[in-house]
T-cell receptor
Framework: GIQVEQSPPDLILQEGANSTLRCNFS?????LQWFHQNPWGQLINLFYIPSGTKQNGRLSATTVATERYSLLYISSSQTTDSGVYFCAVSGSARQLTFGSGTQLTVLP | ETGVTQSPTHLIKTRGQQVTLRCSSQ?????VSWYQQALGQGPQFIFQYYREEENGRGNFPPRFSGLQFPNYSSELNVNALELDDSALYLC???????????FGSGTRLTVV
């Protein structure tokens, strides 16, 4: 099956800083999503982005499908951005394969 | 539009017992998937249902089974619970995978 690697595994930032999270995947995909998991466990969908670039407020994402990676940018980080960020992909099998996540901590 | 809802939110069971978890799909979605998330790990795919039939399964034993109903809601059943089944169980729905998956807030199962 598809392998998904996320980096860095942990990231500590001061409030107001910018960050880039990376997701590498091992095969072609027809779905790629970025999620934020809040402390209560809910996975919040940030982007559905199998290719191209999208922006939503302080967050943006870029997927370069031909090179099998995706980037999530967080600008002017806030303490509420803390949590685990997951990249998940699916190929022909449709079910999502998740990376191991990036634990983001934003300090006040 | 309503999101994905799961019940119960928390559950404690004894080893060897059986459990049923429930999920209501987002309105208009016809596909439902279940995932298991152990502490500190990413979610792992259990199985997926489309039009009331299982159409994909991860590396989970047969004691994990499911159902999808005509209204696209779903159940996850786990028999002969083991301590390692303690995890957050997440349900996700989609329109056959198009435009991504929407997740519920999960059921946290503790097996003692």
């Amino acid at each position: 099956g598809i392998q998904v690697e996320q980096s860095p595994p942990d990231l500590i930032l001061q409030e107001g800083a910018n960050s880039t999270l990376r997701c590498n995947f091992s095969d072609s995909v027809n779905n790629l999503q970025w999620f934020h998991q809040n402390p209560w466990g809910q996975l919040i969908n940030l982007f559905y982005i199998p290719s191209g670039t999208k922006q939503n407020g302080r967050l943006s994402a870029t997927t370069v499908a031909t090179e099998r990676y995706s980037l999530l940018y967080i600008s002017s980080s806030q303490t509420t951005d803390s949590g685990v960020y997951f990249c998940a992909v699916s190929g022909s099998a449709r079910q999502l394969t998740f990376g191991s996540g990036t634990q983001l901590t934003v300090l006040p | 539009e309503t999101g994905v809802t799961q019940s119960p939110t928390h559950l404690i069971k004894t080893r060897g017992q059986q459990v049923t978890l429930r999920c209501s799909s987002q309105s208009g979605h016809n596909t439902v998937s279940w995932y298991q998330q152990a502490l500190g790990q990413g979610p792992q795919f259990i199985f997926q249902y489309y039009r009331e039939e299982e159409n994909g399964r991860g590396n989970f034993p047969p004691r994990f089974s499911g159902l999808q109903f005509p209204n696209y809601s779903s159940e996850l059943n786990v028999n002969a619970l083991e301590l390692d089944d303690s995890a957050l169980y997440l349900c996700a729905s989609s329109l056959q995978g198009e435009n991504g998956y929407t997740f519920g807030s999960g059921t946290r199962l503790t097996v003692v």
